[in-house]
């Protein structure tokens, strides 16, 4: 005799399965020769390529959206934020040169919204067809009386390979090299519960809200996607030597760009030599932010900054704008001394 207690109860099987072949196809688009099973399994299996590149090491990173997530529910717009869980992950390991393999995401709501699943899913596919990463598996957990009806959270997983050779970890950054900044698309997903409480709770705008500033509704600038920088780093790795690459994420300039810096060095930052989209000062006057609190909140226009030699500087330019970035001399590495702080604005 079937039993509907689990589905009584908030859980609904068939409804879940039904969602899994919804998003199969959409999934499938995703791989490539490496990938060996279907969605649908216990595990997803890969091969790894190997052929060429001396004593591989396997690089892998893990995060989500925050609470960006909430602009997405407000609007009912679901299909970028899985764009963003993407370039999250996978901005973290390029930086170290490495190439992503795969893609595993962690979507949890209280009730299955297949409809509202599958927008998400969609979009998690199209990060990773950006980042050249196949979608080889992951969960849907339905939880309910966790999460609120239309909530859910993400969580993405992204593995990558590099040769041991080929691993850009900042260890020959030395001073006189140069810093140079890659345009990000606006906030990409930090500072957004700052955010949230400067725009929805101090100014009292709603989503729909347009902003002359910004040329847009403040919900559409809010869900603008996370830049993906796969094709970029592909192409200037190939054969030039970049010697750091920060991700500027939460913490902004100030705590990502050390991570990348050997102790010995400064980083001296040249404010003004980069174009800020209109969104960083609109947040700044409105939230009354000081300059030392944006800088270490906000990207404020930089999604990735590259430390280069000086004579790879015009050609890192001129690649940039080829693939439709922008790019930005920035600063420079000097001798900390006795400097406390690895980053100087001046």
Known sequence: MKSDRYRESGVDIDEANRFVEMIKPLVRRTHHSGVITNIGGFSGLISLPVEGMEKPVLVASTDGVGTKLKIAQMMNRHTTVGID???MCVNDIIVHGAKPLFFLDYLAMGKLDPDMARDVVQGIAEGCSQAGCALIGGETAEMPGFYADGEYDLAGFVVGLVGNDKIIDGSEI???DQLVGIASSGLHSNGYSLVRKVVFEEMGLQAGTFVDELQTTIGEEL???TKIYWELIHNLTRDIKLLGISHITG???VDNLPRSLPRSCLAVINLGSWDIPPIFKFLQ???NLSQAEMVRTFN???G???TVQKEHVEDVLGRARAVGEKAFIIGEIKERGEEKAPVRFV
């Open 85 to 87: 869980l993407v370039a």
């Open 174 to 176: 030395g001073v006189g």
């Open 223 to 225: 869900l603008r996607p």
């Open 251 to 253: 913490g902004g300039i």
């Open 285 to 287: 006057d409105n939230g």
């Open 300 to 302: 404020n226009g930089l």
């Open 304 to 306: 990735l900054i590259l």
